[in-house]
């Protein structure tokens, strides 16, 4: 879809193209004008307002916003009136509205702490974000979970990530920074980095309390059994675990898993671990790269059922090839299992992907049916975010059953924690409490320069926390 896009200055272009590619998820635009053009808007800006021109094909609409000059809230204005415009002329709204941010959530954990009732929250998000009903009762009720986390926490308290971003093959439709290697010595190499960094920067947080552990990638799975009790190990020798709430091994692909890496994640102490199924059909799988049979899944879960983990399963609404029957056929496979948790993710497709080029994209219709499936069987969200370039700019969540929310998805979705980033490609996160502000602390984000300068990668993310 061809989109011209006449911004005096360029004011606000990154969120009025946010908003408008989450109308138009293919949405291509231009600067000039096109003779081709799918939709034209214009806007200029005067003093206290702002003039928009919207023309689809022979229809022209013109409106006009006044502005306060504070930029938030001149933002949402100005949002606010392309939304209408736009839902108008293609007779299509988004259960998101005109939020198009990673963290929804945030906005009703904010209203909280200030006082306003649920009734105001929802009110708010559907009256000036034009969210659904549904979507603004979520966040809502996430924000209450969001809330009563944090207010347990103490000012020392921190979570921490560490990061493996290798994988056996990579899978097509992955836009994580990952290599592809099954060479024991590389992964050695890397894990010795690892453990030289959770030495060095272990000894800057001996005041922390570690909050939450979390093994991500990438797919930590493809460790060997030693090095998995070695590097829990040296995170548990050398922070401060003592009141640790939660330990998770994301296992990932059901290919990575055996009894004796199973058996080193549970004696070294993780607690929880995923197993990531991505979809229950064959043809799927084969389809996306990611050449792993369902039955090798239901083996994995079967062993990992041995081990008393909180276990949490991966599926991914949107895969190539796949409609909402099929989703919801993996979606029931799974709850089959009954895994304490089970994690929904929208795909969010890759723009050089076969799907964009198809321009077939599936609708969200089957992702939110998702939502009354699991609350059938005993499932509740506990925690979500967005991607951009989503069907219906639909997002991903977190389900779990009765006592089982996990901690540190809801810790860094609230934003409310320092995080601990080790590893290539490992973000931390410096929280300052009394002004509510976060600061991103990046490392190097290629593997082979992370272990080819591994103190210099160190000394990198030592001198953004201001320890050296
Ligand atoms: S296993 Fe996960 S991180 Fe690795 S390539 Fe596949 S989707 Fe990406």
Same mark, same amino acid.
């Given at each position: 879809?061809?989109?011209?896009?006449?911004?005096? #200055?360029?004011?606000?272009?990154?969120?009025?193209?946010?908003?408008?590619?989450?109308?138009?998820?293919?949405?291509?635009?231009?600067?000039?004008?096109?003779?081709?053009?799918?939709?034209?808007?214009?806007?200029?800006?005067?003093?206290?307002?702002?003039?928009?021109?919207?023309?689809?094909?022979?229809?022209?609409?013109? @409106?006009?916003?006044?502005?306060?000059?504070? +930029?938030? +809230?001149?933002?949402? $204005?100005?949002?606010?009136?392309?939304? !209408?415009? %736009?839902?108008?002329?293609?007779? $299509?709204?988004?259960?998101?509205?005109?939020?198009?941010?990673?963290?929804?959530?945030?906005?009703?954990?904010?209203?909280?702490?200030?006082?306003?009732?649920?009734?105001?929250?929802?009110?708010?998000?559907?009256?000036?974000?034009?969210?659904?009903?549904? $979507?603004?009762? %979520?966040?809502?009720?996430?924000?209450?979970? !969001?809330?009563?986390?944090?207010?347990?926490?103490?000012?020392?308290? &921190?979570?921490?990530?560490?990061?493996?971003? =290798?994988?056996?093959?990579?899978?097509?439709?992955?836009?994580?920074?990952?290599?592809?290697?099954?060479?024991?010595?590389?992964?050695?190499?890397?894990?010795?980095?690892? =453990?030289?960094?959770?030495?060095?920067?272990?000894?800057?947080?001996?005041?922390?309390?570690?909050?939450?552990?979390?093994?991500?990638?990438?797919?930590?799975? =493809?460790?060997?059994?030693?090095? %998995?009790?070695?590097?829990?190990?040296?995170?548990?020798?050398?922070?401060?675990?003592?009141?640790?709430?939660?330990?998770?091994?994301?296992?990932?692909?059901?290919?990575?898993?055996?009894?004796?890496?199973?058996?080193?994640? $549970?004696? @070294?102490?993780?607690?929880?671990?995923?197993?990531?199924?991505?979809?229950?059909?064959?043809?799927?799988?084969?389809?996306?790269?990611?050449?792993?049979?369902?039955?090798?899944?239901?083996?994995?879960?079967?062993?990992? &059922?041995?081990?008393?983990?909180? +276990?949490?399963?991966?599926?991914?609404?949107?895969?190539?090839?796949?409609?909402?029957?099929?989703?919801?056929?993996?979606?029931?496979?799974?709850?089959?299992?009954?895994?304490?948790?089970?994690?929904? #993710?929208?795909?969010?497709?890759?723009?050089?992907?076969?799907?964009?080029?198809?321009?077939?994209?599936? @609708?969200?219709?089957?992702?939110? +049916?998702?939502?009354?499936?699991?609350?059938?069987?005993?499932?509740?969200?506990?925690?979500?975010?967005?991607?951009?370039?989503?069907?219906?700019?639909?997002?991903?969540?977190?389900?779990?059953?009765?006592?089982?929310?996990?901690?540190?998805?809801?810790?860094?979705? @609230?934003?409310?924690?320092?995080?601990?980033?080790?590893?290539?490609?490992?973000?931390?996160?410096?929280?300052?409490?009394?002004?509510?502000?976060?600061?991103?602390?990046?490392?190097?984000?290629? %593997?082979?320069?992370?272990?080819?300068?591994?103190?210099?990668?160190?000394?990198?993310?030592?001198?953004?926390?201001?320890?050296?």
């Amino acid at each position: 879809m061809k989109i011209v896009l006449d911004i005096e #200055h360029n004011k606000y272009e990154y969120e009025i193209k946010s908003l408008i590619s989450a109308f138009f998820i293919s949405a291509e635009f231009y600067r000039e004008n096109i003779i081709d053009k799918d939709l034209y808007l214009r806007i200029t800006y005067e003093l206290d307002k702002a003039v928009i021109n919207i023309k689809k094909d022979n229809c022209i609409k013109d @409106s006009l916003v006044v502005l306060c000059g504070v +930029k938030s +809230k001149d933002i949402i $204005k100005i949002e606010q009136k392309i939304y !209408e415009e %736009i839902q108008f002329l293609y007779n $299509k709204s988004l259960p998101w509205g005109i939020l198009t941010g990673v963290r929804p959530v945030k906005i009703a954990l904010k209203m909280l702490e200030n006082g306003k009732s649920d009734e105001d929250i929802i009110d708010y998000y559907v009256k000036e974000r034009y969210l659904s009903y549904d $979507k603004a009762k %979520i966040c809502t009720l996430l924000a209450h979970k !969001e809330r009563e986390l944090i207010n347990n926490l103490s000012n020392s308290d &921190m979570a921490l990530y560490v990061n493996i971003p =290798i994988c056996p093959k990579r899978c097509n439709y992955c836009s994580f920074i990952s290599k592809q290697s099954t060479d024991n010595d590389y992964i050695e190499k890397y894990v010795q980095a690892l =453990i030289n960094e959770i030495h060095q920067m272990s000894g800057y947080f001996n005041n922390n309390n570690i909050a939450s552990v979390y093994i991500g990638g990438g797919t930590p799975g =493809i460790l060997s059994a030693k090095a %998995i009790s070695l590097l829990i190990g040296e995170i548990r020798n050398n922070f401060n675990l003592k009141k640790c709430l939660e330990f998770t091994f994301e296992a990932g692909r059901a290919d990575c898993i055996d009894d004796e890496k199973l058996s080193a994640i $549970k004696s @070294s102490g993780a607690d929880r671990i995923c197993i990531n199924a991505q979809s229950m059909h064959d043809v799927t799988l084969d389809k996306i790269g990611r050449h792993i049979k369902v039955s090798k899944f239901y083996e994995a879960y079967e062993k990992a &059922m041995k081990y008393d983990f909180i +276990k949490n399963v991966d599926l991914i609404y949107g895969l190539e090839g796949e409609n909402e029957e099929m989703f919801l056929s993996s979606l029931n496979k799974v709850i089959a299992l009954n895994p304490e948790n089970i994690t929904l #993710h929208s795909l969010s497709y890759k723009r050089n992907s076969q799907i964009f080029e198809d321009k077939n994209f599936i @609708s969200s219709y089957g992702f939110d +049916k998702c939502y009354e499936i699991l609350k059938n069987n005993n499932y509740h969200p506990y925690y979500l975010y967005r991607q951009k370039y989503t069907a219906n700019a639909a997002e991903n969540t977190g389900f779990s059953r009765a006592g089982y929310d996990g901690i540190y998805n809801r810790l860094i979705i @609230s934003e409310r924690i320092g995080v601990i980033g080790l590893g290539a490609g490992a973000a931390g996160k410096i929280y300052d409490k009394e002004t509510d502000n976060i600061a991103r602390v990046a490392g190097y984000k290629n %593997i082979d320069l992370y272990i080819e300068n591994t103190q210099d990668a160190i000394d990198k993310k030592l001198r953004t926390y201001g320890f050296i």
